[in-house]
């Protein structure tokens, strides 16, 4: 399984931050996994974003839950972060990774495949 985040690297303030991840080698249908996407500011720890299950449902995190939404295009098997109103903060390296649908998704260790990570800079 291989993921793949694409997206622009330089966001201006109060846009919409949208990133793609593509996954070969595996349905992001599947009941079996979550799809989710993670971030790590600069001199931080990584911090979990959301998640968009096989049957399509999602989970956010409820700090950034106001302004993400995670949505799929089955047809090219990607999964695609959009995160609204960006600030400097939102500044980080930004990572898609897939864990199993029984393990606990806030525990970034049980995931099993991760893409390379995209580095977003919002600056104007």
């Known amino acids: 399984v291989q993921l793949q985040e694409s997206g622009p690297g330089l966001v201006k303030p109060s846009q919409t931050l949208s990133l793609t991840c593509t996954v070969s080698?595996?349905?992001?249908?599947?009941?079996?996994?979550?799809w989710s996407w993670i971030r790590q500011p600069p001199g931080k720890g990584q911090e979990w974003i959301g998640y968009i299950a096989g049957s399509g449902s999602t989970n956010y995190s409820p700090s950034l839950k106001s302004r993400t939404a995670i949505s799929r295009d089955t047809s090219k098997n990607q999964f695609t972060l959009q995160l609204s109103s960006v600030t400097p903060e939102d500044t980080a390296m930004y990572y898609c990774a897939r864990v199993q649908a029984g393990e606990w998704y806030l525990e970034l260790g049980k995931y099993d495949y991760w893409g390379q990570g995209t580095q977003v800079t919002v600056s104007s």
């Open positions: 080698g595996g349905s992001i249908t599947t009941n079996f996994y979550y």
